[in-house]
């Protein structure tokens, strides 16, 4: 068994695979105390902390408390451990030294490629998961191609709870995230009432692709709040290469100029929704109202500008510490028992809520020095 904390790096073919390191947040235990007492670093208490998982997480590790508990080794397996997952990968690395868990984080250095490779070799991360011993595995996977892997450690007795995306068809435990659904439609709830009253047209930089059926979901999310308020909508397809910044500005510049009843709003849906602000400078329409998805740099730049009213950003940071609590949940205490306790954050039986946060104009300065009090940037 490798510890926690420990650099581990292996090549399959040309991708590069590092875990995130370093954990240095395991609890000092008093001599003579239960050796599986588990202390939480504390968080940070702000406008922005999600109360309601917090005692949560506080009832799990009440609970783990009143037994004694057994050493547990759990991989932690993302797409990628920068960028969007680097706070996911620092705090599953926290979380684990909290446990005293072995195992290590584990993703590439650079987003992936081209999508089957991609699939392919995280499958055969996976597998040798398996093979290394591991009990238990979080997975932050590609799509339903990861499917026979996690049915295959599943049957082999080994835990899988799924993280940012899922992979409903499988035998995985749970699911933790954001529910897309519900996302888009508090995005939609954010924008509306900034929107001057209808008639008019709502610019949704989103997905209609059913491939990607998390993507289509938010945004029919927030499709439903324009619709039902008596908007008409038009959704701009994202475009997930380099190439998308200047296509899809051009794209919903044309939009903006040509579409009838005119265009009175635009929501980006995904991290790229800097591109609406784009759009509307191209078009000389910086007085259309946009609210936008994650938290990428060009976003922030654009809201800092005044073109962007509000984002919404997913809560990484709590995906990646919550799985490592909850694989430890299932091994010492049992699944139902876990899950009985995770009830507050549970949209069904097999889905932990994370929610996402409105973060508005006035707050950025409050929401940045909030992840870097959790030790995070996004």
Same mark, same amino acid.
């Given at each position: ?14 991708? *590069? ?11 000092? /235990? ?22 309601? %998982? ?54 590439? %250095?650079?987003?992936?490629? &081209? ?23 979080? *997975? ?21 709870? #799924? ?22 439609? #508090? ?15 709502? /610019? ?9 059926? #998390? ?8 499709? &439903? ?14 475009? %997930? ?48 109202? /946009? ?15 005044? *073109? ?33 306790? %995770?009830?507050?954050?549970?949209? &069904?039986? *097999?889905?932990? &809520? ?5 973060? #508005? ?18």
């Amino acid at each position: 068994m490798t510890t926690i904390g420990r650099c581990w790096m292996m090549a399959f073919g040309l991708t *590069l695979m590092t875990a995130a390191c370093g954990s240095s947040d395991a609890p000092d /235990i008093p001599v003579g105390e239960n050796p599986t007492f588990i202390k939480r670093r504390p968080t940070p208490v702000t406008e922005f902390t999600p109360v309601k %998982l917090e005692a949560t997480v506080d009832d799990l590790i009440a609970e783990l408390n009143e037994h004694t508990n057994k050493p547990m080794h759990a991989e932690i397996v993302l797409k990628v451990v920068t960028g969007f997952f680097a706070p996911v990968a620092t705090a599953a690395n926290r979380a684990m030294g909290e446990l005293g868990m072995t195992g290590n984080v584990v993703g590439s %250095l650079e987003e992936p490629g &081209d999508q089957q490779e991609a699939v392919d070799l995280q499958n055969k991360q996976i597998e040798q998961t398996v093979a290394g011993g591991a009990e238990a595995i979080g *997975l932050a996977p590609f799509g339903d191609g990861n499917g026979p892997a996690i049915d295959a450690a599943v049957a082999k007795g080994i835990h899988v709870v #799924t993280l940012d995306a899922d992979v409903e068809a499988s035998k995985r435990s749970m699911y933790v995230g954001t529910l897309s659904g519900a996302a888009g439609k #508090t995005a939609g709830e954010t924008l509306l009432p900034i929107l001057r009253p209808p008639p008019g047209t709502v /610019i949704i930089h989103g997905n209609v692709n059913p491939v990607w059926a #998390t993507g289509l979901e938010r945004t029919q999310g927030a499709q &439903d709040v324009f619709e039902k308020a008596g908007y008409k909508t038009v959704v701009s397809q994202i475009t %997930l290469t380099e190439e998308g910044d200047g296509d899809d500005a051009t794209s919903m510049k044309t939009l903006i100029e040509t579409e009838d009843p005119p265009v009175v709003g635009m929501i980006g849906m995904f991290n790229e929704s800097y591109r609406c602000a784009m759009a509307v400078e191209d078009a000389g329409r910086t007085d259309i109202p /946009i609210v936008a998805f994650d938290f990428d740099p060009k976003t922030v730049n654009y809201m800092r500008k005044g *073109l962007i009213n509000a984002t919404h950003t997913q809560r990484q940071y709590y995906e990646g510490y919550l799985v490592p609590y909850i694989l430890y949940g299932i091994e010492n205490i049992g699944l139902d028992e876990t899950k009985k306790i %995770l009830a507050p954050l549970m949209a &069904d039986e *097999l889905r932990v &809520d994370t929610g996402i946060d409105v973060v #508005t104009v006035d707050k950025l300065d409050a929401y940045n020095d909030f992840l870097y009090a959790l030790g995070v940037s996004q």
